[in-house]
């Protein structure tokens, strides 16, 4: 267990509204990531930080924008939402397995559903 | 352009047997490779990983083999049980640290059923 919590765990929205998902961790991790998860692709990054303010983008970054005001809050804003944006959207961490590797840790997920 | 490929959809094995999850990769810049396995509702769950200065790594039932000139790798588990069905991902990273940020790319996962 990494500490991670997303919320919310479930949200329907139509199309043109904007979205906000919150990513929460409590282990003071440095580095932070934004995946979506669809049928035939698997995870694909979206953004990730690598400190308070630092950002950057992934691979299928258009239409996402993301902030980190502090260490443990990363947020994930679909500026107007498509449905194209419908999947499961899951926040990461990076961390030390057992064996003393730096290895990425999820979070439980937030599907979102843009009607 | 897909870098990490599991190329097997679905995967069905009977309990004790053994079962092998395979995934190729094209980037020669990956060196470190990692296994998740994800119940469906849940966060992918970390499994095994291995660095690319080895060609093998064992945890408990579970292996994984790295074939470098070939860009695959495999993962074995042995013996399958029933609780192990899952959706399994392999995914890369081009040094784990450093300017990569640990970024991860991964295949697009296979689906094992375990039967009893």
């Known amino acids: 267990d990494a500490g991670i919590t997303q919320s919310p765990r479930h949200k329907v929205t139509e199309t043109g509204t904007p979205v906000t998902l919150r990513c929460h961790q409590t282990?003071?991790?440095?580095?932070m990531y934004w995946y979506r998860q669809d049928p035939g692709h698997g995870l694909r990054l979206i953004h990730y930080s690598y400190g308070v303010k630092d950002t950057d983008k992934g691979e299928v970054s258009d239409g996402y924008s993301v902030s980190r005001s502090k260490t443990e809050d990363f947020l994930l804003t679909l500026e107007s939402a498509t449905s194209s944006q419908t999947s499961v959207y899951f926040c990461?961490?990076?961390?030390?397995?057992?064996?003393?590797?730096?290895?990425?840790?999820f979070g439980p997920g937030t599907r979102l559903t843009v009607l | 352009d897909q870098q990490v490929k599991q190329n097997s959809p679905s995967l069905s094995v009977q309990e004790g047997r053994i079962s092998i999850l395979n995934c190729d990769y094209t980037n020669s810049m990956f060196d470190y490779f990692l296994w998740y396995k994800k119940y469906p509702a849940e966060g992918p769950t970390f499994l095994i990983s291995i660095s690319s200065i080895k060609d093998k790594n064992e945890d408990g039932r579970f292996t994984v083999f790295l074939n470098k000139s070939a860009k695959h790798l495999s993962l074995h588990i042995v013996p399958s049980q029933p609780g192990d069905s899952a959706v399994y991902f392999c995914?890369?990273?081009?040094?784990?640290?450093?300017?990569?940020?640990?970024?991860?790319?991964f295949g697009q996962g296979t689906i094992l059923t375990v039967h009893p």
């Open positions: 995914a890369a990273s081009a040094s784990p640290g450093g300017t990569s940020y640990g970024k991860l790319t």
């Open positions: 282990e003071n991790h440095r580095y």
């Open positions: 990461a961490i990076t961390s030390r397995n057992k064996a003393s590797t730096d290895t990425q840790y």
